[in-house]
Protein backbone atom coordinates (compact mmCIF):
# COMPACT_ATOMS: atom_id res chain seq x y z
CA UNK A 1 0.00 0.00 0.00
CA UNK A 2 2.84 2.77 0.85
CA UNK A 3 4.40 1.25 -2.28
CA UNK A 4 1.39 2.00 -4.26
CA UNK A 5 0.65 5.59 -3.04
CA UNK A 6 4.56 6.66 -3.71
CA UNK A 7 4.63 4.97 -7.13
CA UNK A 8 1.55 7.35 -7.25
CA UNK A 9 2.60 10.22 -6.18
CA UNK A 10 6.05 9.81 -8.83
CA UNK A 11 4.16 9.57 -11.44
CA UNK A 12 1.72 12.66 -11.46
CA UNK A 13 5.01 14.54 -10.26
CA UNK A 14 6.35 13.45 -14.04
CA UNK A 15 3.33 14.39 -15.73
CA UNK A 16 3.43 17.81 -14.03
CA UNK A 17 7.29 18.54 -14.82
CA UNK A 18 6.63 16.90 -18.42
CA UNK A 19 3.14 18.94 -19.33
CA UNK A 20 4.90 22.05 -18.06
CA UNK A 21 8.21 21.14 -20.83
CA UNK A 22 5.96 21.25 -23.63
CA UNK A 23 4.01 24.49 -22.73
CA UNK A 24 7.13 26.61 -22.18
CA UNK A 25 8.51 25.19 -25.79
CA UNK A 26 4.83 25.94 -27.63
CA UNK A 27 5.14 29.45 -25.80
CA UNK A 28 8.52 29.81 -27.42
CA UNK A 29 7.54 28.60 -31.00
CA UNK A 30 4.48 31.32 -30.95
CA UNK A 31 7.10 34.34 -29.79
CA UNK A 32 9.47 33.10 -32.82
CA UNK A 33 6.53 33.21 -35.07
CA UNK A 34 5.26 36.26 -34.19
CA UNK A 35 8.92 37.67 -34.49
CA UNK A 36 9.85 36.65 -37.60
CA UNK A 37 6.05 37.97 -39.07
CA UNK A 38 5.16 41.10 -37.41
CA UNK A 39 1.15 41.51 -38.08
CA UNK A 40 0.39 43.94 -40.24
CA UNK A 41 -1.58 47.24 -39.11
CA UNK A 42 -3.58 49.16 -41.17
CA UNK A 43 -3.16 53.34 -41.26
CA UNK A 44 -6.73 53.72 -40.72
CA UNK A 45 -6.44 51.77 -37.75
CA UNK A 46 -3.40 53.86 -36.23
CA UNK A 47 -5.96 56.81 -37.05
CA UNK A 48 -8.42 55.52 -34.96
CA UNK A 49 -6.25 54.43 -32.36
CA UNK A 50 -4.69 57.83 -32.22
CA UNK A 51 -8.32 59.64 -32.29
CA UNK A 52 -9.16 57.15 -29.16
CA UNK A 53 -5.93 57.66 -26.88
CA UNK A 54 -5.30 61.50 -27.62
CA UNK A 55 -7.47 64.68 -26.56
CA UNK A 56 -9.66 66.44 -29.07
CA UNK A 57 -7.55 69.70 -28.27
CA UNK A 58 -4.77 68.71 -29.38
CA UNK A 59 -5.53 66.20 -32.45
CA UNK A 60 -3.80 67.20 -35.93
CA UNK A 61 -6.39 68.58 -39.16
CA UNK A 62 -4.44 66.68 -41.16
CA UNK A 63 -4.84 62.30 -40.80
CA UNK A 64 -2.18 60.38 -41.44
CA UNK A 65 -2.34 59.35 -45.25
CA UNK A 66 -1.92 56.14 -46.53
CA UNK A 67 1.06 54.71 -48.70
CA UNK A 68 -1.28 55.02 -51.72
CA UNK A 69 -2.24 58.42 -51.18
CA UNK A 70 -0.78 61.55 -52.87
CA UNK A 71 0.64 64.31 -50.85
CA UNK A 72 -0.20 67.89 -51.75
CA UNK A 73 1.91 70.20 -50.15
CA UNK A 74 0.66 73.18 -47.95
CA UNK A 75 0.77 76.35 -49.62
CA UNK A 76 1.92 79.60 -47.35
CA UNK A 77 0.20 82.26 -48.64
CA UNK A 78 2.95 84.52 -50.45
CA UNK A 79 3.75 87.58 -48.74
CA UNK A 80 2.57 91.36 -49.34
CA UNK A 81 4.97 93.52 -51.27
CA UNK A 82 5.52 96.58 -49.34
CA UNK A 83 4.31 99.68 -51.39
CA UNK A 84 8.04 101.78 -52.00
CA UNK A 85 8.56 105.09 -50.47
CA UNK A 86 7.33 107.82 -52.99
CA UNK A 87 10.20 109.96 -54.39
CA UNK A 88 10.50 113.42 -55.26
CA UNK A 89 8.99 114.03 -59.42
CA UNK A 90 11.44 115.96 -60.91
CA UNK A 91 9.89 117.71 -63.71
CA UNK A 92 12.32 118.75 -66.66
CA UNK A 93 12.73 121.91 -67.71
CA UNK A 94 10.38 121.98 -70.90
CA UNK A 95 12.31 122.55 -74.43
CA UNK A 96 11.45 123.67 -77.66
CA UNK A 97 10.97 120.87 -80.05
CA UNK A 98 14.04 120.81 -83.03
CA UNK A 99 10.95 121.23 -85.91
CA UNK A 100 9.78 124.50 -84.04
CA UNK A 101 12.95 126.07 -83.32
CA UNK A 102 14.48 125.41 -86.69
CA UNK A 103 11.04 127.07 -87.67
CA UNK A 104 11.82 129.59 -85.86
CA UNK A 105 15.23 130.01 -86.98
CA UNK A 106 14.36 129.82 -90.45
CA UNK A 107 11.85 132.79 -90.61
CA UNK A 108 14.37 134.90 -88.31
CA UNK A 109 16.78 134.86 -91.51
CA UNK A 110 14.50 135.35 -93.96
CA UNK A 111 12.85 138.18 -92.49
CA UNK A 112 15.52 139.29 -89.80
CA UNK A 113 12.01 140.09 -87.67
CA UNK A 114 11.09 142.62 -89.87
CA UNK A 115 13.80 144.98 -89.56
CA UNK A 116 17.24 146.10 -91.53
CA UNK A 117 20.76 145.45 -90.32
CA UNK A 118 22.37 147.03 -88.39
CA UNK A 119 19.08 145.03 -86.34
CA UNK A 120 19.00 141.62 -85.43
CA UNK A 121 16.04 139.52 -85.44
CA UNK A 122 14.32 142.58 -83.91
CA UNK A 123 16.67 143.81 -81.70
CA UNK A 124 18.18 147.25 -82.40
CA UNK A 125 21.36 148.37 -81.01
CA UNK A 126 21.91 151.37 -79.27
CA UNK A 127 17.85 151.25 -78.45
CA UNK A 128 16.51 147.74 -77.51
CA UNK A 129 16.83 147.28 -74.05
CA UNK A 130 18.16 144.51 -72.79
CA UNK A 131 14.90 143.38 -71.27
CA UNK A 132 12.68 143.70 -73.88
CA UNK A 133 15.48 141.29 -76.13
CA UNK A 134 15.03 139.06 -73.24
CA UNK A 135 11.00 139.01 -73.15
CA UNK A 136 10.76 138.80 -76.70
CA UNK A 137 13.15 135.37 -77.18
CA UNK A 138 11.57 133.79 -74.08
CA UNK A 139 8.32 134.10 -75.46
CA UNK A 140 9.35 132.11 -78.34
CA UNK A 141 10.68 129.66 -75.73
CA UNK A 142 14.54 130.35 -76.92
CA UNK A 143 16.38 130.44 -73.61
CA UNK A 144 18.86 134.09 -72.98
CA UNK A 145 21.75 132.89 -71.01
CA UNK A 146 23.40 136.45 -70.04
CA UNK A 147 22.53 137.90 -73.15
CA UNK A 148 23.76 134.26 -75.41
CA UNK A 149 20.93 133.19 -77.60
CA UNK A 150 21.50 129.81 -79.64
CA UNK A 151 19.18 128.66 -81.75
CA UNK A 152 19.64 124.94 -83.34
CA UNK A 153 21.11 121.72 -81.80
CA UNK A 154 23.33 119.52 -81.96
CA UNK A 155 23.51 118.20 -85.85
CA UNK A 156 21.69 120.67 -86.79
CA UNK A 157 22.59 124.26 -88.48
CA UNK A 158 22.53 126.88 -85.94
CA UNK A 159 22.85 130.45 -85.14
CA UNK A 160 24.80 131.75 -82.06
CA UNK A 161 24.08 135.46 -81.26
CA UNK A 162 25.69 137.23 -78.31
CA UNK A 163 23.63 140.74 -77.61
CA UNK A 164 26.59 143.13 -75.51
CA UNK A 165 24.83 145.11 -72.96
CA UNK A 166 25.96 148.32 -71.70
CA UNK A 167 23.33 150.44 -69.39
CA UNK A 168 20.73 148.13 -69.56
CA UNK A 169 20.40 148.86 -74.12
CA UNK A 170 22.10 146.47 -76.27
CA UNK A 171 24.90 148.10 -78.08
CA UNK A 172 26.18 145.53 -79.84
CA UNK A 173 25.24 142.12 -81.77
CA UNK A 174 27.88 139.15 -82.87
CA UNK A 175 25.89 136.65 -85.20
CA UNK A 176 27.81 133.36 -85.87
CA UNK A 177 27.33 130.66 -88.00
CA UNK A 178 29.48 127.70 -89.18
CA UNK A 179 28.77 125.61 -92.03
CA UNK A 180 27.92 121.90 -91.08
CA UNK A 181 30.94 119.55 -93.19
CA UNK A 182 28.30 116.63 -93.15
CA UNK A 183 25.13 115.92 -94.68
CA UNK A 184 23.55 119.16 -93.25
CA UNK A 185 25.51 121.67 -95.00
CA UNK A 186 22.98 122.33 -97.45
CA UNK A 187 21.58 124.05 -94.64
CA UNK A 188 23.79 126.72 -94.23
CA UNK A 189 23.24 128.03 -97.60
CA UNK A 190 19.82 128.05 -97.28
CA UNK A 191 19.86 130.14 -94.02
CA UNK A 192 22.32 132.31 -94.82
CA UNK A 193 21.28 133.20 -97.98
CA UNK A 194 20.29 136.35 -97.17
CA UNK A 195 24.01 137.36 -95.83
CA UNK A 196 26.19 136.14 -98.84
CA UNK A 197 28.99 138.47 -100.30
CA UNK A 198 26.97 138.58 -103.13
CA UNK A 199 23.77 139.48 -101.13
CA UNK A 200 25.57 142.15 -99.05
CA UNK A 201 26.83 144.03 -102.11
CA UNK A 202 23.32 144.59 -103.62
CA UNK A 203 21.90 145.63 -100.75
CA UNK A 204 24.06 148.09 -98.66
CA UNK A 205 27.07 148.36 -102.10
CA UNK A 206 30.71 148.88 -102.24
CA UNK A 207 32.37 148.25 -98.75
CA UNK A 208 34.36 150.69 -96.82
CA UNK A 209 37.09 148.32 -96.38
CA UNK A 210 38.22 145.10 -97.48
CA UNK A 211 41.10 142.69 -95.87
CA UNK A 212 42.27 139.39 -95.86
CA UNK A 213 43.65 137.15 -93.70
CA UNK A 214 46.26 134.49 -95.07
CA UNK A 215 45.30 130.23 -94.69
CA UNK A 216 46.20 128.95 -91.52
CA UNK A 217 47.87 126.24 -93.70
CA UNK A 218 49.15 126.78 -97.26
CA UNK A 219 50.31 123.12 -98.29
CA UNK A 220 49.13 121.66 -101.16
CA UNK A 221 46.78 118.56 -100.07
CA UNK A 222 45.61 120.51 -96.81
CA UNK A 223 42.15 122.82 -96.89
CA UNK A 224 42.88 126.25 -96.86
CA UNK A 225 40.67 128.66 -95.02
CA UNK A 226 41.20 133.01 -95.78
CA UNK A 227 39.41 135.58 -93.56
CA UNK A 228 37.48 137.69 -96.03
CA UNK A 229 36.47 140.63 -93.80
CA UNK A 230 34.13 143.74 -95.08
CA UNK A 231 33.02 146.53 -93.67
CA UNK A 232 29.99 148.66 -94.38
CA UNK A 233 31.03 151.87 -92.00
CA UNK A 234 28.15 153.94 -93.03
CA UNK A 235 25.46 151.02 -92.03
CA UNK A 236 27.40 149.89 -88.81
CA UNK A 237 28.46 146.17 -90.29
CA UNK A 238 30.93 144.48 -90.16
CA UNK A 239 31.23 140.90 -91.82
CA UNK A 240 33.63 138.28 -91.59
CA UNK A 241 33.56 135.27 -93.95
CA UNK A 242 35.83 131.68 -93.87
CA UNK A 243 36.40 130.85 -97.16
CA UNK A 244 37.79 128.06 -98.77
CA UNK A 245 40.93 128.20 -100.97
CA UNK A 246 42.50 125.99 -103.30
CA UNK A 247 46.76 125.86 -102.80
CA UNK A 248 48.67 126.39 -106.09
CA UNK A 249 51.88 126.23 -104.71
CA UNK A 250 54.88 128.58 -104.90
CA UNK A 251 53.11 130.10 -101.66
CA UNK A 252 49.77 130.99 -104.01
CA UNK A 253 46.11 129.96 -103.61
CA UNK A 254 43.16 130.86 -104.93
CA UNK A 255 40.07 131.83 -103.80
CA UNK A 256 36.52 131.84 -105.49
CA UNK A 257 33.41 134.35 -105.39
CA UNK A 258 31.29 130.91 -104.71
CA UNK A 259 28.99 131.66 -101.44
CA UNK A 260 29.86 126.62 -101.11
CA UNK A 261 33.32 128.20 -100.44
CA UNK A 262 32.38 130.00 -97.52
CA UNK A 263 32.62 127.58 -94.31
CA UNK A 264 31.52 130.22 -91.35
CA UNK A 265 30.49 133.23 -91.37
CA UNK A 266 30.53 136.21 -88.67
CA UNK A 267 28.16 139.17 -88.55
CA UNK A 268 29.21 142.08 -85.86
CA UNK A 269 26.35 144.96 -85.80
CA UNK A 270 26.72 148.45 -84.09
CA UNK A 271 24.56 151.21 -82.39
CA UNK A 272 24.39 154.09 -84.99
CA UNK A 273 27.89 155.75 -85.34
CA UNK A 274 29.81 153.85 -82.74
CA UNK A 275 31.74 151.74 -85.97
CA UNK A 276 31.97 155.19 -87.82
CA UNK A 277 33.99 156.70 -84.58
CA UNK A 278 36.77 153.92 -85.02
CA UNK A 279 37.18 154.95 -88.89
CA UNK A 280 40.73 156.74 -88.13
CA UNK A 281 41.36 152.78 -86.41
CA UNK A 282 40.36 151.01 -89.68
CA UNK A 283 43.24 153.11 -92.12
CA UNK A 284 45.98 150.34 -90.92
CA UNK A 285 44.82 146.32 -91.25
CA UNK A 286 43.13 144.81 -88.31
CA UNK A 287 45.28 142.30 -86.68
CA UNK A 288 46.81 139.30 -88.82
CA UNK A 289 44.83 140.83 -91.96
CA UNK A 290 46.15 142.79 -95.20
CA UNK A 291 44.11 145.09 -97.48
CA UNK A 292 42.69 143.64 -100.41
CA UNK A 293 44.07 146.24 -102.53
CA UNK A 294 47.52 144.66 -101.10
CA UNK A 295 46.79 140.96 -101.42
CA UNK A 296 45.03 141.21 -105.14
CA UNK A 297 46.93 143.63 -106.88
CA UNK A 298 43.30 145.05 -107.55
CA UNK A 299 40.82 147.73 -106.04
CA UNK A 300 37.55 147.70 -104.15
CA UNK A 301 35.71 148.26 -107.30
CA UNK A 302 37.02 145.15 -109.03
CA UNK A 303 36.18 143.25 -105.77
CA UNK A 304 32.94 144.63 -106.01
CA UNK A 305 32.62 143.72 -109.24
CA UNK A 306 33.93 140.11 -108.58
CA UNK A 307 31.51 139.08 -106.06
CA UNK A 308 28.43 141.10 -107.08
CA UNK A 309 27.25 138.19 -108.84
CA UNK A 310 25.78 135.06 -107.05
CA UNK A 311 25.47 133.26 -110.35
CA UNK A 312 28.85 134.26 -111.83
CA UNK A 313 31.92 132.47 -109.90
CA UNK A 314 35.23 134.59 -110.03
CA UNK A 315 38.30 133.10 -108.50
CA UNK A 316 41.62 135.24 -108.40
CA UNK A 317 44.72 134.07 -106.97
CA UNK A 318 46.18 135.76 -103.72
CA UNK A 319 49.57 135.01 -101.64
Not at 128 to 147: L, R
Not at 175 to 190: H, I, K, N, V
Not at 242 to 253: C, D, F, P, Q, R
Amino acid sequence: MRYSLKLKAYFWFLFILVFGLVGCMASTKEIETLVATPPTIEPTKINQQLETTMPTSVLPTQTIPSPSASVTPTRHPSPTPTKPLATATITPFPTLPIEREEMILSGLMQTNGGCDLPCWWGVTPGSTTVHTAKDMFISWGISWNDGYVAIGRPRHIGVYSEFIVEDDIVQQIVADGTRDRYDLAYRFTEIWQSYTVAEMLNRYGLPSHVFLAPPIAAEAGVPNEYGLLLYFTSSDIRIRYLVAAVYLGEGKNQICSDFEDVQDIRLRLYASGKLQQDEASLQSSPENYISWETATGTSLEEFYEMFKDEDIINCIEVD
